[in-house]
């Protein structure tokens, strides 16, 4: 694909990669669609693997709709520290996200692998994510919910099957409000596991979360991550929102 290409998809729709596809700003599903973005769209990497260019674009982005990601293959994010995910969920629509068995997700400069922001408000993301076997490979951090999502119906996220997260960073950085559930799934971090600032971390059965390991500490940080070392920290944000784990 060309520099500066953006690949709309269809809702409803079943795509297969032929080939790996690199210099594209991004694939997905967002604005305005004729009718409604109904129908769950499928996207089988099919062992190829989609690179972004590193300007400041995620290989995905998912503004509406339901997108599927199937199939052995890689999605990779820019080089660029501009780049805040290999993948972005972002605005206020409502949309869910599946990655499946297979696909890993690589965040290749300090950046996240997804990342989930708010619409123009900043304060509202109605996301439902399900990562279900997948693999997140991250020289920055693995997840992170905006700070700024604090209002309406919050972001959930599940963990589940097997899905591993391996990063030099923080595993999941929880600061926006949203609903993040941990089950036979993995995570390993260079510095924190999970640091939960605003909403609910549930830990179920078969989760393993670790974090650096050297001496715990805590950092006070209004717009940022502000623990060390821990497999999980809690810490309330700025915005004051509820924590419940």
Avoid: M
């Avoid at 890993?104 to 990562?131: M, P, R």
């Avoid at 997840?143 to 099957?161: C, R």
């Avoid at 097997?162 to 993040?180: F, L, N, P, V």
């Amino acid at each position: 694909a060309d520099n500066n290409q953006q690949i709309k998809l269809d809702p409803g729709k079943y795509y297969t990669l032929n080939e790996d596809i690199s210099g594209v700003n991004f694939i997905g599903l967002w604005g305005d669609y004729e009718g409604n973005a109904s129908g769950e769209t499928y996207l089988d990497l099919n062992n190829h693997k989609i690179t972004a260019v590193g300007n400041g674009y995620p290989a995905i982005y998912l503004a509406t709709g339901s997108l599927n990601i199937t199939g052995s293959g890689q999605l990779i994010g820019g080089s660029s520290d501009k780049v805040h995910g290999a993948i972005s969920v972002a605005g206020e629509s409502q949309k869910k996200l599946t990655i499946g068995k297979d696909v890993t997700v690589t965040a290749e400069a300090n950046q996240y692998c997804i990342v989930v922001e708010g619409a123009a408000d900043k304060t509202t993301n109605q996301a439902e994510i399900i990562l279900d076997g997948c693999t997140l490979n991250s020289k920055g951090s693995g997840i992170t919910v905006n700070g700024l999502v604090t209002q309406g119906t919050q972001p959930k996220i599940t963990l589940q099957n097997g899905t591993k997260i391996e990063a030099e960073e923080h595993g999941i950085y929880q600061a926006g409000k949203s609903e993040i559930t941990i089950t036979n799934a993995e995570i390993k971090a260079g510095d924190v596991g999970v640091e939960t600032r605003n909403g609910t971390l549930n830990v179920g059965a078969r989760a393993e979360i670790t974090g650096g390991t050297g001496e715990a500490g805590n950092t006070p940080n209004g717009n940022g991550s502000t623990a060390q070392n821990a497999g999980i920290a809690v810490a309330q944000h700025t915005t004051k929102g509820g924590i419940t784990v």
